[in-house]
């Protein structure tokens, strides 16, 4: 019989459709697999398995007695924890929302459970998002499927490790500065930021409010495309949603697969986003993906973004400024944990900082102290309102960009995965992991990743980022699609088979509930 | 260059309620100079002629029907709180006894 756990979330919805497959089968099989590597990987935080395998059962009974389902029901689909869902806790990486279970779900969740999909669980993060690799999470790091001594990239560490190790064929996650495209490098996934505003923020547990963007982190462009059609589009719930009707984001990625797909399009190389601090293997990697491009008749051309040189610096203010505000909501009133101080009167002000001493991790005070540094008086127009320029000149730089070019690229990281600790006593040095993907969130446009190689120094995966402009994220798709055939072609395989094999451990660890 | 102080830490954490131990102020001042020497580049580009953007997609006037909709029950909104009494949360004491 067919592994099912190795099929993409496309080929699954053919067997479901034709009832060749249950969703029950398929999701135990997803579950089985999970109990089995997911002490090592360390993807989840919570399993909900006799949640999920009701789920299923009830959507092979609904497809049992003839309802018309959509392409993805009985598929199931990881969650980042960032996301409410109202029958799981949602922690965000964080001890100050230990066991919390919401009262209502994110919108992107219920769009996912009103098309079908089988919520497996909640996936691993930096706490808050805050991080680029997992290891800043309260309940421990995730791990690279291509190499367990090795982070998964962050914040969404979780998602890219639970499709990456065949755990899960889908996931969601969300990307403030680069928590989609970062981990879907590490692992040899897939993940799209899509146009700020195009999928609704409602219930994401909000880092910082004019970045946050919510996607689709998968093993293929098209199941990305499948999944963006379930969660994207207006939702009223969110005040920054766009009100655009968008075209449908699996035709675009079927038209990617035509012949001649890349014919004539013009591919702009960001000079800024190739140059120092580059690992070799990812050059080699991006230079041999333009030529492969050049062949099948796309014009590369190069073009410049100087603003960019500026991003990271402007985001490192706009963000910790956002989120000193946002995480502002954390006063041991509502939700989440309490906690008294050790001695003194017991006040309202006084309990609510002990709760965020005892409730937050390292960076989280980091860039709550770094944001409100910037928001003081006196300080407020050198660095946040200067940051604010910046992402003017950001926006022009992409404007001019795409007024010569179609699509941009560049590589999604600067390195390969690199290992546990390497960057955990340097702040900036953990920052500068963004600078590829950071200037999409600054100017709101979308963003994919997609794997394009294998470095031949390390053996570790490598991704290609494509920007298209905003609102287009239908043109990332067909595009995005030509280049994964294209790169599958010359490889004669897709990059993921070409993993290590988890053996299974000897504890299975993953009952309901479990942590 | 900045000239962070723990003085300066010690009142932001205040400011964002945050206890801090002084080991925490001490490394928090160092990483913050560091890291506002290095984000405070921003000045270079940011000049009076350029107009700022708060907001990747701006939209205005975010309206919606004035019409009442389904919302959280009181037991749904209490459900995630560390105390409460009836229907309303418990909190300690707002004010200082002093």
Redesign the interface.
């Known amino acids: 019989m067919t592994n099912l756990i190795k099929l993409s979330a496309a080929d699954l919805s053919g067997l479901l459709a034709d009832r060749s497959v249950s969703s029950v089968e398929v999701t135990r099989a997803h579950l089985d697999h999970i109990a089995a590597i997911d002490t090592d990987v360390h993807a989840f935080l919570h399993v909900a398995r006799d949640a999920a395998l009701a789920t299923a059962a009830r959507i092979d009974a609904r497809r049992a007695a003839g309802d018309v389902l959509g392409p993805l029901a009985g598929v199931p689909i990881a969650i980042k924890d960032v996301l409410a869902t109202q029958d799981m806790p949602s922690t965000a990486g964080s001890k100050i929302l230990e066991g919390?279970?919401?009262?209502?779900d994110a919108t992107v969740v219920r769009r996912v459970r009103d098309a079908g999909l089988i919520p497996l669980g909640k996936t691993n993060m930096d706490e808050f998002a805050m991080g680029s690799s997992t290891e800043f999470s309260a309940y421990g790091p995730t791990h690279n499927p291509w190499d367990l001594d090795r982070i998964p990239g962050g914040s969404g560490g979780g998602s890219a490790a639970a499709v990456s190790s065949f755990e899960a064929p889908l996931a969601l996650g969300s990307d403030t500065g680069g928590s989609i495209r970062q981990p879907a490098a590490v692992t040899g996934s897939v993940g799209v930021k899509p146009?700020?505003?195009g999928v609704s923020r409602y219930g994401s547990i909000a880092l910082a409010s004019?970045?946050d963007q919510v996607g689709p982190v998968t093993r293929t462009v098209y199941d990305a495309a499948l999944l963006h059609d379930v969660i994207g589009g207006h939702d009223?719930l969110d005040?920054?949603s766009?009100t655009d009707s968008w075209p449908s984001m699996a035709a675009a990625a079927r038209a990617g697969l035509a012949d001649g797909a890349l014919q004539g399009v013009r591919v702009g190389v960001v000079k800024e986003l190739a140059g120092e601090g580059f690992q070799p293997g990812v050059k080699q990697r991006f230079e041999e993906t333009l030529a492969l491009l050049a062949q099948a008749g796309a014009e590369i051309v190069e073009v410049s973004a100087p603003?960019f040189e500026?991003a990271?610096?402007?985001y490192?203010?706009i963000l910790p400024a956002e989120a000193?505000s946002n995480l502002?909501r954390f006063?041991?009133?509502?939700?989440?944990?309490?906690v008294d101080?050790a001695e003194g009167?017991?006040?309202?002000?006084?309990?609510?900082?002990?709760t965020?001493?005892a409730g937050?991790g390292p960076e989280v005070?980091?860039r709550?102290?770094?944001g409100?540094?910037a928001l003081?008086a006196g300080y407020y127009d050198?660095?946040y309102?200067?940051?604010?320029?910046?992402?003017?000149?950001i926006?022009r730089d992409f404007d001019a960009a795409f007024a010569q070019v179609d699509v941009l690229v560049s590589p999604s990281a600067p390195t390969t995965a690199f290992k546990f600790g390497e960057k955990m006593t340097d702040?900036?040095a953990m920052?500068l992991n963004d600078v590829t993907t950071i200037p999409a969130?600054?100017?709101?446009v979308p963003g994919m990743s997609l794997p394009m190689g294998l470095a031949p120094e390390d053996g570790l995966p490598v991704g290609l980022q494509i920007m298209a402009p905003?609102k287009l994220d239908a043109r990332l798709y067909t595009f995005g699609a030509a280049v994964e055939r294209l790169l599958e072609a010359s490889w004669g395989h897709t990059l993921l088979s070409q993993a290590p094999e988890l053996a299974p451990t000897e504890m299975f660890a993953s009952e309901e509930g479990v942590v | 260059m900045s000239e962070i102080t723990a003085e300066q830490v010690a009142h932001l954490a205040n400011l964002a309620r945050i206890d801090l131990s002084p080991e925490e102020i001490n490394r928090l001042t160092t990483e913050l100079g560091q890291i506002v020497d290095s984000v405070a580049k921003v000045a270079e580009v940011a000049t009076p002629d350029v107009p700022a953007t708060s907001h990747p997609m701006p939209l205005t006037n975010v309206f919606r029907p004035d019409t009442v909709v389904p919302s959280l029950t009181v037991e749904q909104a209490l459900s995630g709180a560390p105390d409460h009494d009836g229907d309303k949360f418990r909190v300690p004491a707002i004010l200082d006894e002093e």
């Open positions: 919390w279970i919401p009262p209502y146009t700020y505003g004019s970045l009223p005040s920054t766009l603003n500026y990271i610096a402007a490192y203010l000193s502002a006063d041991s009133v509502r939700f989440g944990i309490r101080p009167p017991l006040t309202s002000e006084r309990v609510m900082a002990a965020r001493d937050f005070k980091r709550i102290i770094l409100t540094y003081s050198a660095y309102g200067s940051a604010q320029k910046v992402r003017t000149l926006q702040p900036m920052y969130n600054l100017a709101g905003a």
